[in-house]
């Protein structure tokens, strides 16, 4: 490595680890009291451990939400459905701890005019965008999301087409628990990434072979084979040019992974922050995301921030750019606007002025809870998605589901990921290139 240059890593863990099984509960709660009732207020926690999830916080709704069978549901579609992972969606103990919304709380939000809705707490929440790769997001986390979104199509799919193998599945001995990590090198004067240096991944499996050494080489060999196989296939040839053959690849490096989920670990909802935003490339105000309906700012402002930060670098305006917001909880109005540009600005502006043209266009960028909710959509059942493999960098897609009481539902469409859309990149370049 040249001596100006350094190395940065980010992880990202699959759907099976115990903290992404409790923020996909926290979720799927969360939708499904969205879906019966758009006015849902909702703060749910979930604490996962050997055969017990529990499920606590904050509900105010009109519908009923049956708690057990959306949690025994969620954890079935992950893959925890065998006794032997010490975990799994028919026999675990499903306990229920919730509650209404505190009154003090709900006087703050709740205001005549839903324009003049309040923030649901106070904090700072941040927002961030480079251009390293088509997604605005950063190169490691990025990767390291990828190479866990393919080892779950690989755990879960039957094999065909050119990666057939023996055995019907790919690696039919993986279990739902995983993490991976990436280590890039960058050039210390661009801070472009140079190489890939470092691919971690563990990945929790069956006992298949008495010998471990044997064992744990036929896990290497699949790793190499087949998930970083397709992996590189599937980048652009830019980045796949970063995989150079040299990097190292530590596999399973304990030598076995057996027992793991939430029979190897405790899971809480919230404790997966860094996963799910930028792998560390950006601050974070520390608040978690899952299980919060979008009147907590901590939710919706942060994808606010996110949507402002990645049109910003996409119309030119930076190479990266890093937004915060923050609120005072029962006031609609951020109480200061941030914005850097890390040195990469390219407009005659200052990121001072970006910050203000920012809070003085809100017709172009909304930062009211309100205001908020209604430019992406986020009064909607769009929240499970986001709880397995990050919250930013995803195409934005539209479904059909149905919405409402039961008797009275209608069919609607509901948009997701819609703060990644780029759509306000030509006002951009008008006001400030």
């Not at 896990?219 to 796949?240: A, C, G, M, Q």
């Not at 920012?358 to 009211?368: A, G, Q």
Request: hydrophobic share 30%.
């Amino acid at each position: 490595m040249k001596k100006n240059n350094y190395l940065f890593s980010s992880e990202s863990v699959s759907e099976g680890h115990p903290d992404k099984v409790a923020d996909q509960i926290s979720d799927a709660v969360l939708d499904e009291c969205l879906r019966h009732d758009l006015d849902s207020h909702v703060a749910c926690e979930t604490f996962v451990s050997t055969g017990l999830v529990l499920v606590g916080g904050e509900i105010t709704t009109s519908s009923y939400v049956e708690i057990p069978d959306i949690v025994r549901k969620t954890i079935r579609e992950i893959g925890y459905t065998k006794g032997e992972y010490g975990f799994d969606y028919n026999s675990c103990a499903v306990l229920s701890f919730i509650h209404a919304q505190s009154p003090d709380i709900n006087q703050g939000v709740e205001r005549k005019d839903p324009a003049e809705q309040g923030a649901g707490d106070q904090g700072m929440m941040f927002g961030y965008a480079c251009n390293e790769t088509e997604e605005y997001m950063p190169l490691p986390i990025t990767l390291a999301r990828k190479t866990m979104d393919i080892l779950t199509d690989v755990r879960k799919e039957v094999a065909d087409g050119p990666h057939r193998t023996e055995g019907g599945k790919l690696m039919p001995y993986l279990r739902p628990d995983s993490k991976c990590q990436f280590t890039i090198e960058y050039d210390g004067d661009t801070h472009k990434p140079v190489r890939i240096d470092t691919v971690v991944l563990s990945t929790q499996h069956d006992e298949f072979d008495k010998d471990e050494k044997a064992m744990h080489d036929k896990i290497e060999k699949d790793v190499r084979n087949i998930i970083l196989t397709r992996l590189y296939e599937s980048l652009p040839e830019e980045i796949r040019s970063l995989h150079k053959g040299d990097e190292r690849i530590l596999v399973n490096p304990t030598g076995k992974f057996v027992i793991g989920g939430p029979a190897g670990d405790t899971g809480l909802t919230g404790r997966k922050i860094i996963v799910d935003t930028y792998g560390g490339r950006a601050p974070h105000g520390g608040g978690s995301f899952s299980g919060k309906d979008p009147s907590k700012v901590d939710r919706s402002a942060t994808y606010a921030a996110r949507h402002i930060a990645k049109n910003m670098v996409a119309a030119g305006v930076a190479d990266e750019m890093t937004v915060q917001l923050a609120y005072a909880i029962g006031v609609a109005k951020p109480v200061s606007i941030y914005a850097t540009t890390n040195g990469t600005n390219h407009t005659k502006f200052t990121d001072s002025e970006i910050a203000d043209y920012i809070r003085d266009n809100p017709e172009t960028f909304p930062l009211t809870p309100a205001g908020i909710i209604s430019k992406y959509g986020l009064r909607a059942p769009i929240y499970l998605p986001t709880a397995r493999y990050g919250h930013f960098g995803c195409k934005p897609y539209t479904e059909k589901m149905m919405i409402g009481r039961k008797r009275t539902a209608s069919e609607q469409m509901v948009e997701f990921y819609a703060w990644e859309k780029l759509d306000t990149c030509e006002r951009i370049k008008t006001d400030l290139l």
